[in-house]
């Protein structure tokens, strides 16, 4: 019995030395990249190891998400991807549009912003940012934004070049 009672506590023991260990060995594995990801070398994408495939595939299900009306669960998931991976401009784009949805333009202005910044040739954020500026009656930053999209469009962008000249020909400027 006494035995019995000895094994039983070696076997926690063990685990918890095996626990210690392993816990040790990850943070030997996790502190260089800790270390690049506290100095923006790095992102939690790098540290989890996602793929552009797998969070896109999550940015895909937010969206879904936000054409159902389900604003708040594609707000989740788009700050999520903001937080894993806060150098595309496209998880930017996205939450800023579900904040102009939710009609707090100024979240949205800064996702804009945080997207322009990251991807300053893409058009799509420029007519963004141009809808804030509309929104909040600020009529020359949104034709400078509108002239900006237009200054970076390619052929394949009919539609948006569309959209900016109708928005261009709205302005009470």
Excluded: H
């Excluded at 300053?120 to 934004?145: C, G, H, L, T, W």
């Amino acid at each position: 019995m006494a035995e019995q009672i000895e094994e039983g506590k070696a076997a926690p023991i063990a685990a918890a030395k095996n626990a210690a260990i392993k816990a040790d060995q990850l943070k030997s594995k996790l502190q260089p990249m800790i270390e690049k990801w506290a100095k923006g070398e790095i992102t939690l994408k790098d540290i989890k190891g996602y793929t552009d495939e797998e969070l896109y595939a999550i940015a895909s299900q937010g969206y879904t998400f936000f054409l159902q009306g389900k604003t708040e669960p594609a707000k989740t998931i788009f700050e999520g991807l903001v937080a894993i991976d806060p150098t595309n401009a496209y998880y930017y784009r996205g939450l800023g549009v579900i904040y102009l949805q939710l009609k707090d333009l100024d979240k949205a202005l800064k996702q804009f912003n945080y997207a322009i910044r990251l991807a300053p040739n893409d058009m799509v954020s420029y007519i963004n940012r141009a809808e804030i500026y509309i929104a909040m009656k600020q009529f020359r930053a949104a034709e400078e934004d509108l002239e900006s999209a237009l200054g970076k469009a390619g052929s394949a962008d009919k539609a948006l070049v569309g959209k900016a000249n109708a928005m261009l020909k709205m302005l009470p400027v």
